[in-house]
């Protein structure tokens, strides 16, 4: 399956269920701490700089963005543990989450964003769990792979491998190193 990357589109935020679009297509679901890259990820996956917003401050994302990408649609949660957002914010941002990827019908898998240069948090670690505990097709992602240096990443690689228990695939927004392989990825997800 080959997805029309120009064939895409944002469709709308939302908070809680009945504000989520109402389709058929299946959804895909991006994880992971503040500011890990998932908005940046899209943005690589689609081609464009602006598709979805992004920002260096953690907690920029604060409810739930559904972008449609030909045939299948992503889904932006915001992300778990430190953002700089108002306490009343974030407290509100584990139930919305949890609803979502438990509740929603359309979703099919789930894109599981970690920093490579830094150890699995506590939180990337419940989430692990839960996925695993939920058998959704997850891929595991390590994100900002440009950052830190080729003999580091592989030692990164490992340090997530053995806190997470699968060996992560590697990505940069800045070089678009697993770019490809995330769409191939994605597409063997929904055709399954």
């Keep these: 399956m080959k997805l029309n990357l120009h ?3 944002f469709l709308t935020s939302a908070v809680e269920a009945r504000g989520y679009p109402r389709h058929s297509l299946e959804e895909i679901a991006l994880v992971g ?23 260096n ?17 992503f889904v932006d949660l915001p992300g778990y543990g430190f ?3 108002p306490e009343k914010v974030r407290q509100k941002w584990g139930p919305m989450i949890e609803s979502y990827l438990t509740e929603r019908p359309n979703l099919a898998g789930i894109l599981h964003l970690v ?5 699995p948090t506590k939180d990337d670690l419940l989430m692990a769990a ?24 592989n030692k990164q690689q490992k340090i997530i ?5 699968r060996t992560p695939l ?3 927004a800045h070089n678009r190193q697993g770019r490809d392989e995330i769409l191939t990825l994605v597409a063997d997800i929904v055709q399954k």
């Design 33 to 55: 701490r503040s500011n890990v890259g998932k908005s940046s990820l899209l943005n690589t996956l689609v081609n464009r700089k602006k598709f979805a917003r992004t920002s």
């Design 57 to 73: 401050r953690p907690g920029r994302t604060q409810m739930i963005n559904f972008y449609r990408v030909d045939t299948i649609c």
């Design 161 to 165: 491998k053995a806190s997470l228990g």
């Design 7 to 9: 064939n895409s589109e």
């Design 130 to 153: 839960w996925i695993k505990n939920r058998g959704l097709p997850s891929i595991l992602i390590a994100t900002k792979t440009d950052k830190i240096s080729r003999g580091q990443r």
């Design 170 to 172: 590697l990505f940069s």
């Design 83 to 85: 953002a700089r957002v």
């Design 115 to 119: 920093d490579l240069r830094h150890k």
